[in-house]
């Protein structure tokens, strides 16, 4: 068929005689056109059926780069577009010293946020995550997270069961921008209020969340509406600092504005108020600063929160009234290259029980961390970061029975190795003095542990 064709064509252009004067542009139009015809057949024959079909009609009014090209490739169904990922840490902690047991009524040496630290303890899963996440369209985004190592109590004679699904993240992000900077976020997701509790657990460098920031959002999330801005700006930022494998807090926006039912993670909603969130977090870039600040970023920020909230009783049920719930935050990270400084503190009242009135009550809260850290990207045991936090918290724990007060001093060292990329294991010494988060025990507890942390990701 080509040569047919070829022939066919070029006729026209044989047959005129010498006398028609054609002119240099006149010939290359022509040469032009029978390229595009060529190319044009070629990209028909490749996508053809192996019927015989018709040669198709050139068009000589179109340009021919538009007739060359080939067409357009369809888009992927959405199935093709789900991402799985995830990560597991196993802990093992050990109280070298302190308040391992103590009388009834009497504080023992725990933490609220690892059932691990205690008297007669072993291994433990702190967390198992699964992650699917993928795109349905250009603008609609969707992320689903369960953890496999939620503990259940009381399963049988009031002992704790563990290995339980629970549901973490279920969220759709739409896009209100074709460049993806301003979009809506529905459903059940980390809510904006705090540098640290954005970030995710599989990133932080300590073990756990400081208590002052991680008490406004136990388990950091609740469901409700979220808006977030990001600039191209600042996310060019975050781009280069991810690419550099530096520990970020997760594109939550450089602005977030959310309203959520306010009960808490996995909670039933208990009145008509709702809670409200705000965050603003906008890193610099140093490097017009030269010499040891060519590279570096300082990031700082702040958050408030605003709820009506009614803790869980100890006898059943919840507090009859709601008690308000006011806060402020701020927060400044200036990230390791090779050295770094992170920051957080807030100030703000909640419910907290008043053991002289013996009851709820509306009580003044404070504290915050500040953490320094370095990277070492080379050594013969891999990359690794030591760091060392100093943390205190005076206020109520609301996500726990009657919203007990917390009164935590604490300072950990640490260090986190990476011998390969999957594997991740961070060793730690604690200097803990805290109250023990039930109001029916008194007193303060002290002590050191040895903790340690395998992650591997997937």
């Known amino acids: 068929m080509k040569p047919l064709l070829l022939s066919t064509l070029a006729v026209p252009i044989l047959a005129a005689p010498p006398a028609a004067a054609q002119t240099v542009q006149e010939l290359q139009r022509q040469i032009d056109e029978l390229k595009a015809v060529i190319a044009e057949m070629k990209a028909a024959q490749a996508n053809a059926a192996p019927v015989a079909a018709a040669p198709a009609t050139p068009n000589p009014a179109a340009p021919p780069q538009a007739v060359a090209s080939a067409p357009p490739s369809r888009h992927k169904p959405w199935y093709e577009r789900i991402s799985v990922r995830g990560y597991t840490q196993l802990r093992l902690s050990e109280i070298l010293s302190g308040d391992r047991t103590a009388p009834d009524g009497i504080a023992r040496l725990r933490s609220v946020h690892d059932g691990g630290?205690?008297?007669?303890?072993?291994?433990?899963?702190?967390?198992?995550?699964?992650?699917?996440?993928?795109?349905?369209?250009?603008?609609?985004?969707?992320?689903?997270?369960?953890d496999f190592a939620t503990s259940a109590a009381n399963q049988s004679v009031g002992e704790q069961r563990d290995g339980f699904l629970q549901l973490r993240d279920a969220y759709a992000d739409v896009f209100l921008d074709a460049d993806k900077q301003v979009r809506l976020r529905f459903g059940q997701s980390k809510i904006p209020y705090g540098w640290e509790n954005l970030q995710s657990s599989g990133n932080r460098l300590p073990l756990d969340r400081a208590d002052a920031i991680n008490s406004?959002?136990?388990?950091?999330?609740?469901?409700?509406?979220?808006?977030?801005?990001?600039?191209?700006?600042?996310?060019?930022?975050?781009?280069?600092?991810?690419?550099?494998?530096?520990k970020l807090f997760g594109n939550y926006g450089a602005f977030g504005v959310g309203v959520f039912n306010g009960q808490g993670v996995n909670r039933e909603e208990t009145n008509d108020a709702v809670m409200v969130t705000a965050m603003a977090t906008w890193p610099f870039a140093l490097d017009a600063l030269g010499g040891a600040f060519a590279g570096q970023v300082l990031e700082i920020g702040g958050s408030a929160l605003r709820n009506r909230v009614q803790p869980e009783l100890r006898g059943g049920g919840v507090s009859a009234v709601p008690f308000t719930e006011e806060r402020v935050a701020l927060h400044a990270i200036l990230y390791p290259q090779p050295f770094g400084v992170q920051a957080e503190w807030n100030w703000g009242r909640g419910p907290e029980y008043d053991r002289a009135l013996g009851r709820i009550a509306e009580r003044r809260l404070s504290g915050g961390y500040v953490q320094a850290m370095a990277r070492v990207r080379q050594s013969p045991l891999g990359p690794f970061m030591p760091y060392a936090r100093w943390q205190r918290y005076r206020g109520g724990w609301k996500a726990l029975p009657n919203a007990p007060r917390l009164d935590t001093d604490e300072l950990e060292l640490g260090v986190e190795f990476q011998p390969t990329p999957p594997l991740e294991l961070t060793i730690a010494y604690a200097r803990m003095d805290r109250s023990e988060a039930d109001e029916r025990r008194i007193g303060q507890a002290e002590g050191s542990l040895i903790r340690t942390q395998l992650q591997w990701n997937y």
């Open 117 to 146: 630290i205690g008297d007669d303890t072993g291994f433990t899963f702190r967390r198992i995550r699964l992650v699917l996440q993928g795109d349905l369209n250009d603008r609609v985004s969707f992320y689903l997270q369960p």
């Open 216 to 246: 406004a959002v136990p388990s950091e999330r609740d469901i409700g509406v979220i808006a977030y801005y990001t600039p191209a700006r600042t996310q060019a930022i975050w781009d280069r600092l991810g690419k550099d494998g530096q």
